[in-house]
């Protein structure tokens, strides 16, 4: 009953542009870096390229700042890159998603650069602005996501103005009906230049209504969204997937229904916090893997008919996937295999962030000065400020930093992982001498096979892609498991997450003599008794008689 669409099938490549590919030897990734491996990635086998922002920013927060959204960034190269870049992905079937940034601007777009001049200025009202309060502080409580206060003091004006990210991020106020149309005036020229689609960052706060002290979710989120779909992609054939931190399924449902006319699917992040005590990043906890199976199957089961899933691990604001659920050491490939049969058999669009498919890990760089990301040193200074170690902080960055996936993408055993001949803007993680592309692409049992084989399969098999979910072994501490069936076929899941073998008593109806095993990360499976042994982070699917 689900209608189908081209990216049903999909499967999605993000790419930081700063870390893929460094053409010209500045020590920053560019556009002609990513024309120089789409052919890489149609060896993978992806047919979209989400790209994170190229376009001009101060790069106070790389490129999620935009100061024109009509322009590249010059450390990326020139629109002239990008149009050839869009062509080039063409002619390999390859479509390209951009990266919509639209909750806020940079403080250097022109907008805000005239809104700040006086109070009656025509784009005043493109911002959100308030009075001090009685004793001249800050309007109230809202704290960024960045850490400290949201709201920034103008001297000129004598108001604040709101920033949810960085006080370099002034949100846009969406309540401005002009705000509306000059969003929707510019994605529409990047849509008639032939994209095919949009991210949409942090989508769900353009509904907000500050001072009732809601920011996501607001009561007009969904209106502003159906007009922004009738005023720009909505007759068109894209994908578009919506950045949701607190959707629930109930809300996921309302975005991707497509008789609701809002976008294709959005990002959940229920099975990212889960190893965030009280939804701290900062406080990293072990993995609870029956939690993780509740939540992920519950959204399996909650879209089957109405909506449609994403389905990632990871992206450039998280850690490696293999480090997080997985192994580093000795089970990093089998574990890493693991975690892309689980995820990649489920039903949902895949999403594999730069680097994930040569399991590339987190890195731990020895001091606060190694690191990058805006967010990492804010906090680092508020919170040993507020009375946790340096030392303390340091290893929760080990843990969760963004900068853990903006190291620069390892592709060769050369100086710099291959990345560039110049350093770098972030140091490579030292591992690049055994974990990279070329490697990878010499061993037929490496990471990045098994990613080519599993997006190959969704290809082949639409149980895959439309096939219903059903879980089993539930509450098994060590076992993830479902079955995906459709009216000609089921097929088997398995995966071991842990480094101990187990062994599992299988249920009659998913015995057999006989299976077909589709990709398995030890010895590929022909039968399967009542007893099943897994060795460590073993995982396979197998297509049941
Ligand atoms: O991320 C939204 C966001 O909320 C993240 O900053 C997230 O909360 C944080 O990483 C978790 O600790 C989007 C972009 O993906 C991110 O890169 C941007 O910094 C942010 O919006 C602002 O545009």
Redesign the pocket.
């Known amino acids: 009953n689900i209608t189908p669409k081209w990216w049903h099938d999909a499967v999605v490549y993000q790419i930081y542009p700063r870390s893929y590919c460094d053409s010209n030897n500045d020590g920053m990734g560019d556009l002609r870096g990513i024309i120089s491996k789409l052919d890489y990635l149609k060896t993978l086998g992806v047919n979209v390229i989400w790209l994170s922002p190229v376009y001009q920013s101060p790069m106070d927060?790389n490129g999620?700042d935009i100061s024109d959204y009509q322009d590249i960034a010059p450390m990326f190269g020139t629109m002239a890159d990008m149009d050839e870049l869009l062509a080039e992905a063409k002619q390999r079937d390859i479509r390209i998603i951009m990266d919509l940034?639209v909750n806020?601007t940079s403080d250097e777009h022109p907008w805000f650069k005239e809104a700040r001049k006086s109070k009656d200025n025509p784009y005043r009202d493109y911002y959100i602005w308030r009075q001090p309060n009685e004793d001249g502080g800050v309007p109230d409580e809202m704290g960024s996501?960045f850490g400290g206060t949201a709201w920034e003091f103008d001297e000129q004006t004598g108001e604040y103005f709101l920033h949810i990210?960085s006080k370099r991020?002034p949100d846009l106020n969406w309540e401005n009906p002009k705000v509306q149309e000059e969003v929707h005036k510019m994605m529409n020229w990047w849509i008639d230049k032939g994209i095919g689609g949009f991210r949409l960052?942090?989508i769900d706060l353009i509904g907000k209504e500050i001072d009732k002290k809601i920011t996501g979710n607001g009561p007009r989120l969904h209106t502003l969204i159906q007009e922004m779909n009738r005023a720009t992609f909505g007759d068109k054939d894209v994908l578009t997937v919506g950045?949701t931190?607190d959707a629930t399924p109930e809300i996921a449902k309302l975005y991707s229904n497509p008789a609701r006319d809002e976008f294709s699917m959005v990002f959940q992040f229920e099975h990212i916090s889960l190893t965030w005590q009280h939804g701290d990043?900062w406080s990293p906890i072990p993995l609870d893997l029956p939690a993780l199976k509740r939540v992920l199957t519950k959204w399996q089961v909650e879209l089957a008919d109405e909506g449609w899933n994403s389905l990632f691990w990871n992206n450039?604001?998280l850690p490696r996937i293999v480090s997080k659920y997985g192994c580093e050491g000795e089970y990093r490939v089998p574990s890493a295999k693991m975690l892309a049969t689980t995820l990649h058999m489920m039903k949902g669009t895949p999403y594999v962030f730069q680097g994930e498919e040569i399991g590339m890990t987190n890195v731990a760089f020895p001091s606060i000065d190694d690191y990058r990301d805006i967010?990492t040193l804010n906090f680092y200074k508020v919170r040993t400020e507020n009375g946790v170690s340096p030392e303390d902080q340091l290893a929760a960055i080990h843990v969760n930093s963004?900068d853990n996936a903006r190291t620069p993408m390892q592709w060769d055993d050369s100086a710099n992982g291959g990345f560039s001949d110049a350093q770098p803007w972030i140091n490579v993680n030292p591992n690049y001498t055994h974990i990279n592309v070329a490697q990878a692409l010499d061993d037929p049992n490496s990471i990045f096979y098994h990613y080519q084989h599993l997006i190959a399969l969704r290809k082949a098999m639409p149980v895959i892609v439309y096939g219903s979910f059903e879980p089993v072994f539930e509450d098994h501490p060590a076992v993830f498991g479902y079955v995906r069936a459709n009216d000609d076929v089921r097929v088997l899941v398995l995966s071991n997450f842990t480094r101990e073998s187990v062994t599992v008593d299988l249920p009659e109806s998913l015995q057999a003599e006989q299976v077909e095993c589709l990709i398995s990360n030890y010895t590929a499976p022909s039968t399967l008794a009542q007893t099943v042994t897994l060795q460590p982070y073993e995982s396979f699917a197998v297509v049941l008689p």
């Open positions: 927060d999620y940034v806020h996501v990210f991020q960052d942090v950045e931190w990043k450039h604001d967010e963004r």
